[in-house]
T-cell receptor
Framework: EAQVTQNPRYLITVTGKKLTVTCSQN?????MSWYRQDPGLGLRQIYY???????DKGDVPEGYKVSRKEKRNFPLILESPSPNQTSLYFC?????????????FGPGTRLLVL | AQSVAQPEDQVNVAEGNPLTVKCTYS??????LFWYVQYPNRGLQFLLK??????LVKGSYGFEAEFNKSQTSFHLKKPSALVSDSALYFC???????????????FGKGTHLIIQP
């Protein structure tokens, strides 16, 4: 089954404790991205990756890091989480950057930073 | 810069009635327009898109959207609403830039659609 998986689905942490949210896709997609969803703000792109070892900032990259060492994985790293990073996070992938309108979304990771 | 406005936080419709979810956009260049739906505790699902051609676009689950260039709008419509249509709907835009490439997707804030039995 074609899918995007994220782990963990729910996470409660404290300010400053480094965390990683994993994202994996099994469709051999080149393009992957991370979004955060906040009430009243919709989805905002954090980082995206056009292919292995190619990443770039989205609209709200501050406080986040990503890496793309393998085509299937695109982890999101919060080196020192802060309460304003409490949000619902979605990973997504598509065949290419030119096809991002039909990107597949993961189920979401709900993060609470205390 | 491109932007999307969804002026209604919530739309309430009785089952069986027609529904409209509004979206207006602002881009420099030709727009690519999209609608996505998000059911509770799920990621977004692509519904339909407008790239070029016929202004009326048909998508999944009986939804359609009409592109209106003069009003810079792309409203989502369905002739007869179902309770199962209740969800969060997002409009999105990307612009074909002058270099021939395309910018990233910009999403609206979302509209909660509630269909009452």
């Amino acid at each position: 089954e074609a899918q995007v998986t994220q782990n963990p689905r729910y996470l409660i942490t404290v300010t400053g404790k480094k965390l990683t949210v994993t994202c994996s896709q099994n469709m051999n997609h080149e393009y992957m991205s991370w979004y955060r969803q906040d009430p009243g703000l919709g989805l905002r792109q954090i980082y995206y990756s056009m292919n292995v070892e190619v990443t770039d900032k989205g609209d709200v990259p501050e406080g986040y890091k990503v890496s793309r060492k393998e085509k299937r994985n695109f982890p999101l790293i919060l080196e020192s989480p802060s309460p304003n990073q409490t949000s619902l996070y979605f990973c997504a992938s598509s065949y290419s950057a030119g096809d991002i309108e039909t990107q597949y979304f993961g189920p979401g990771t709900r993060l609470l930073v205390l | 810069a491109q932007s999307v406005a969804q002026p209604e936080d919530q739309v309430n419709v009785a089952e069986g009635n027609p529904l409209t979810v509004k979206c207006t956009y602002s881009v420099s260049g030709n727009p690519y327009l999209f609608w996505y739906v998000q059911y509770p505790n799920r990621g977004l699902q692509f519904l339909l898109k407008y790239i070029t051609g016929d202004n009326l676009v048909k998508g999944s689950y009986g939804f359609e959207a009409e592109f209106n260039k003069s009003q810079t709008s792309f409203h989502l419509k369905k002739p007869s609403a179902l309770v199962s249509d209740s969800a969060l709907y997002f409009c999105a835009v990307r612009a074909l830039n002058s270099g021939g490439g395309a910018d990233g997707l910009t999403f609206g804030k979302g509209t909660h659609l509630i269909i009452q039995p």
